[in-house]
């Protein structure tokens, strides 16, 4: 790659930041640094919203995700919710597993973000998250989810 001229200038009429690439054509060089720019930080999550946008969501700030038809939605510590593409299968195998368990089949929640958790007498947990969001763990999750909790896993 030949040399790369990086500078910054302050708009503070922009929203959002802004890359430009300036070259004398469109080639392997510019496409590499452009995937390169696009990919999302190390630790994050690349959702969109029904209007279009796009964010790359830190995991510490995900509290739930669950399965919504077709689409995995992520609710997001601000109360925002966001949608993947990807499979809450895929997103299990890929969110840090000292944060994230799986509650259901349709579910997982972010441990840090758990404010309370209530084993009931007929064997279910109630799980309530911050932001007042409420729900339940399924009875086959709950051995997985007392060994999280107890640091045994």
Do not use: H
């Amino acid at each position: 790659m030949e040399k790369v001229n990086v500078r910054f200038e302050r708009d503070p009429a922009l929203g959002e930041i802004q890359v430009v690439i300036r070259a004398p054509e469109r080639d392997e060089a510019v496409e590499a640094l452009m995937a390169k720019l696009a990919e999302p930080p190390p630790d994050t999550v690349l959702a969109f919203d029904g209007n279009g946008g796009v964010r790359a969501i830190r995991q510490e700030e995900i509290i739930l995700v669950s399965v919504e038809g077709k689409l995995v939605s992520l609710t997001a510590s601000d109360g925002s919710c966001w949608f993947t593409r990807q499979s809450l299968q895929s997103l299990e195998d890929t969110l840090d597993k000292s944060l994230f368990v799986r509650i259901s089949r349709y579910e997982l929640v972010n441990l840090n973000r758990v404010q309370r958790y209530d084993f009931t007498m007929a064997g279910t947990l109630r799980i309530e998250l911050m932001g007042g969001t409420e729900t339940w763990a399924s009875r086959r999750c709950i051995p997985a989810i007392r060994r999280k909790l107890s640091g045994k896993e």
